[in-house]
């Protein structure tokens, strides 16, 4: 729809209503208040036409459709690319939309159909699909970085090293270092020289000497192997729950995103 077009229905709304819904201005165009809580009425209704739109794919002969996921870096190197690199060949009309961020999105209002995390992090109301075995977290320095500081043999002695941290979008604040052993749980705010949140390059800065990092240790095995990186803290550090890709409970599955979830879906 053309802008002209669309401004002149909006107008023609506000005048059946009485009421301004877009504050204009030369340089922008925003909701008013009344516009706001349309917007927050509407949003649920237009969400549900969506999905029964997207629903009616099951009367064409193979499934088709866009799918967005929200996932973190690691889990769509080490497990949404491998299955979809398979699959979307032989099925042409589906498109996969990965979006990467280490915050929890809100499915509804940022438009996913689901998003992967660990099981530990998605919420009761979910429908929650194991992608992935359990995994652990390793952390890690190069060798050049312990020949200058001693290797910590508690958690709590992190906060003495030089580290590497991760941004996390949602809190608006770095990933607090998580561990566990005989029933204790410490949590450690880490400090350090640098900040990313792309895992690539917090396993490039560890290779480098510039301090520890706190990252899955599948990600890392080929460096410790190589005697590139070496572990502390091992002990510290027990199985997690493995990735789950996550949906709406209410969701109505379109013959695509039920076709993905079964190729996803883990098999021990």
Not at 104 to 133: Q, S, T
């Amino acid at each position: 729809m053309s802008q002209p077009a669309l401004s002149q229905i909006i107008r023609r709304l506000e005048g059946r209503l009485g009421l301004r819904l877009l504050r204009r201005t030369t340089r922008s165009v925003s909701p008013t208040e009344v516009g706001e809580r349309i917007l927050d009425a509407l949003a649920p209704a237009l969400s549900t036409l969506d999905e029964t739109l997207a629903g009616l794919t099951a009367l064409r002969d193979k499934p088709s459709g866009t799918i967005r996921i929200t996932s973190v870096e690691h889990a769509a190197e080490a497990i949404l690319y491998p299955v979809l690199k398979t699959l979307l060949p032989n099925y042409p009309d589906i498109k996969v939309e990965i979006v990467l961020d280490y915050g929890l999105a809100d499915l509804a209002a940022e438009r996913f159909d689901a998003g992967v995390r660990l099981g530990e992090h998605v919420d009761k109301d979910m429908i929650a699909v194991r992608i992935a075995p359990e995994m652990r977290q390793a952390v890690v320095g190069s060798p050049d970085y312990f020949e200058r500081h001693p290797p910590p043999r508690r958690p709590q002695e992190l906060v003495a090293h030089q580290c590497i941290n991760l941004w996390l979008s949602e809190a608006r604040g770095n990933y607090v270092w998580e561990f566990k052993k005989g029933g204790r749980e410490p949590k450690v705010r880490v400090n350090g020289p640098l900040t990313f949140n792309d895992i690539a390059l917090m396993r490039t800065a560890a290779l480098d000497g510039l301090g520890l990092v706190n990252l899955p240790e599948n990600y890392v095995s080929q460096f410790l192997k190589e005697g590139r990186l070496v572990r502390v803290l091992d002990d510290w550090c027990p199985p997690l729950p493995g990735y789950h890709l996550y949906y709406p409970s209410r969701r109505q599955p379109t013959p695509a995103f039920s076709l993905i979830v079964e190729a996803l879906r883990h098999r021990s």
